[in-house]
Structure formats: C-alpha cells, structure tokens
C-alpha cells in the first residue's frame, strides 16, 4: 500500500460536474481506474478504489446524491480520503436499491477471499439512510471494522418492519438472504455508531433494532430526515468520519461537535418550524431572540421575532 494519496498529475482534483451520465461514467471510470480500480456491479451499481494510506473508508453512495451534494461531482468518499490521506471503496448506486443486488454479494465474497480488507489498519463503513443500512449490512465482510451509519434502515422485510411504509415499492427486494438483516451484521464490527433524530418515528425504530452492546445510538433532536445534509452544512460530517475511523469517536465528543447545530441557521430553521406547530409560541419568541443576538445579519429570525412579540403580546389579557 502507499504511504499517501499524493500524485502527480492531480487527476482526483478533476471536476466531473455538469457532465451527461454516460460522459462522467467514463471519466470517473477513468480516474478510478487510473488511482485503483473500478468494476461495475450488474446494472445499476458499480464500484472504485482509490488507494492511499492504512487506513480505508468503505463509502456507500448513489449517483444522484453525488450529482447534488459534491460541487466537482465526487463521491464523498474521495472528498474525505484525500484530505485524509486514506484508501477508499466507493459502492454506487443509480438509483434506489438500497444495494440488495447478488452482484454486490459477488463483489465483497472476492474482496473477502482475496484478503483485501486485510491489508489496512483500519476499517470504516460509512453511509446515510439507505446507503446507511448498507454500510451497517456489509460490514460483516470486514471482522473489527467501524461503522458510522446515519438514520439507517435495519430491513424493509414488511414482516419485520411493517410499520415503515415510506418505501412500498423497495420492499420486493430480498431482504432475507446474504448481507440481509444489517444490525445482525454489526455483531463482527469492533463498534458502531447510529445516528438519528428520535422525533423522526420511523427513523427511530430502526434505530432501536441496531440496539447491540457495540453500538452507540447518537440522538441528533430536531435535525430532521437528511442527517448527512444537515452535518455536512455544520462542517462537522468530515470531522466526525475522521474521529471515527481512527477510533477516536465517542458520544461525548460527538455532542461537542454537534453543538454547531447552534450557529446552523437551517437546523435553527427546522426547530422554529416544529416550535411553532406544535404551538410552543414562547419557545419560539426565546430561540428567535437568541439568534438574533448571535448570528450576523438574520433578518429572517429579526422578522420572525418581530411577529412573535405581537402574537404574545396580543394573548396577554387586557384591562377591561
């Protein structure tokens, strides 16, 4: 393995954005193929490697969030290993399959036959919401890896969860064969931790299944379905899958990090949102006073605070 992820050419810093899906295949599959390997999966799932250090960051992922989320179009993946100085395996998707497919099954028998998640120092799994539920299932391929999964499914099996009705078409997908039940396949990982917001229902009885004595439940209250949007706008997801994969995570230092969510004007956004439906108007009045006083220029919460104080005004009773 090589010590670093430095190169010459500097081909990783390409932008593949504003690309046709066949033009950026074949440049992703080019770069991959030029740093480690790429190998496509069946239809709608293919693979890359980009060797670096001792370390290796297994990245579940999909085309369209990468399409979305990555300014140059990158799998997050190699965002972070570069900075990192890391090896990364990148599992993509195009579109939802929440990657029950046998030729992924094929993929991780041959990396387990060939020793290759042997030959790093350290493992991490990392993925959210789908691609969360995988990070957790296909971690058993890598015995003592860590897993860093965010509001994960722990299966759409309808006889286990069919409380979760979020996504009726993907549970006609095997759920019952190989890499299937993903909080049974953590019981191998060294640790792992799940992230989710307990005020998300469903998100939060998944989050119960993955309950197991090497596994930390991370609450993130009021942050809402996109958990890897919202840390990622708090400039912490890097630094938490950072921690994580060199064994430093904890939940205290995770809720130290997640205290950003103070100065995150979308996350204080969302809590006004709910503040305000579940009617809570003097909450509401407090959080809106208290971003006003710390943020730089938020007339949005100056407007809303505004209202506020007419609307408490007005319920105050008057003398007659």
Known sequence: M????????????????????????LAFSGIAEEHGHFQPLGKSHFSSFIEGGEILLVTFE????????????????????????WSTLNIISDG????????????????????????????????????????????????????????????????????????PRQRRHDWTS??????????????????????ETEDAMHAALYTRPNVHKLRMPNAGGALQ?????MKVLSRIIALAGTGQLTPEIFAKLYRARRDDRNYLRSLLRRLEDQGRTKLAHVLCTNAVARLENAPAFERRLKFLSQKLEESLPHES
Do not use: C
């Open 178 to 199: 190989r890499y299937g039940f993903a909080p049974d396949m953590i019981d191998g990982a060294q640790e792992a931790f799940v992230l989710y917001d307990p005020q």
């Open 96 to 167: 939802q399959s929440w990657y029950r497919d046998a030729d992924i099954y094929s993929y991780f028998d041959d990396l387990i036959d060939d020793g290759f998640f042997e030959e790093f120092d350290s493992v991490l799994f990392y993925g959210a919401g789908a691609a969360g539920y995988a990070a957790a299932a296909y971690s058993v391929a890598a015995p003592g890896a860590r897993v860093l999964a965010l509001q994960p499914q722990a299966t759409l099996d309808p006889r286990v969860t069919e409380w979760d009705d979020r996504y």
């Open 62 to 85: 999909s085309y369209e969030n990468i399409q979305r989320i990555s300014p140059k179009a990158h799998p997050l993946g190699w965002e972070i290993a570069k900075v990192l100085g």
């Open 2 to 25: 090589q010590d670093d992820t430095q190169t010459t050419d500097n081909s990783l810093d390409n932008s593949l954005a504003d690309m046709p899906k066949r033009d950026w295949l």
């Open 229 to 233: 949007f919202s840390l990622r706008n």
